[in-house]
């Protein structure tokens, strides 16, 4: 431990310990809170013997519940479902399967890869494409949002 550096400067701070200046943070410039140099071999090994049983008691903790039940996603996904064209020609095709949304776009069908995962309220994604279904003013589905690769584009439901 001849290297060790004992730092107690950020005791009593506010905010989380930082060793390099962050707004908001408690720069610490050693990067140690506390007396480094008293620790040990048999202390460290102590240490994480101790967080190596937590976490363990904590994996078997939740391998032992029950998991959720899915939602029935069916009637949300039929407001989606149909054919989308944009204004430069390209076609996406929304379906559903097993509780599971898909798309297919310009005839490129990726459903056996791809499905769409909801990000948030009417956003799904997929590692393809992302994309964000609008109602009108009435209520209904009848346009997407699409980003494919990186581009933007609108989509009107036909």
Same mark, same amino acid.
Request: charged share 25%; proline share 8%.
């Given at each position: 431990?001849?290297?060790? !550096?004992?730092? +107690? +400067?950020?005791?009593?701070? #506010?905010? &989380? =310990?930082? &060793?390099?200046? !962050? /707004?908001?943070? =408690?720069? !610490? &410039?050693s990067g140690i809170n506390g007396y480094a140099a008293l620790g040990t #071999?048999?202390?460290? %090994?102590?240490? @994480?013997? #101790?967080?190596?049983? /937590? =976490? @363990?008691r904590e994996i078997d903790s939740i391998s032992t519940c029950p998991l959720p039940l899915p939602t029935d996603n069916t009637a949300i996904y039929k407001q989606y479902e149909g054919t989308y064209t944009s204004g430069s020609g390209i076609n996406l095709i929304i379906s559903q399967k097993d509780n599971k949304l898909y798309f297919v776009i310009n005839k490129r069908d990726l459903r056996n890869f791809y499905w769409l995962i909801k990000s948030s309220e009417d956003y799904y994604s997929s590692m393809f494409i992302d994309v964000l279904f609008v109602k009108d003013e009435k209520? %209904?589905?009848? %346009? #997407?949002?699409?980003r494919l690769r990186g581009e933007g584009f609108w989509m009107t439901k036909q």
């Open positions: 431990m001849d290297k060790a !550096v004992n730092d +107690s +400067s950020g005791k009593g701070g #506010a905010g &989380p =310990l930082t &060793p390099v200046p !962050v /707004e908001g943070g =408690l720069y !610490v &410039p #071999a048999a202390k460290g %090994k102590k240490a @994480i013997k #101790a967080f190596t049983e /937590e =976490l @363990i209520g %209904k589905f009848t %346009k #997407a949002w699409c």
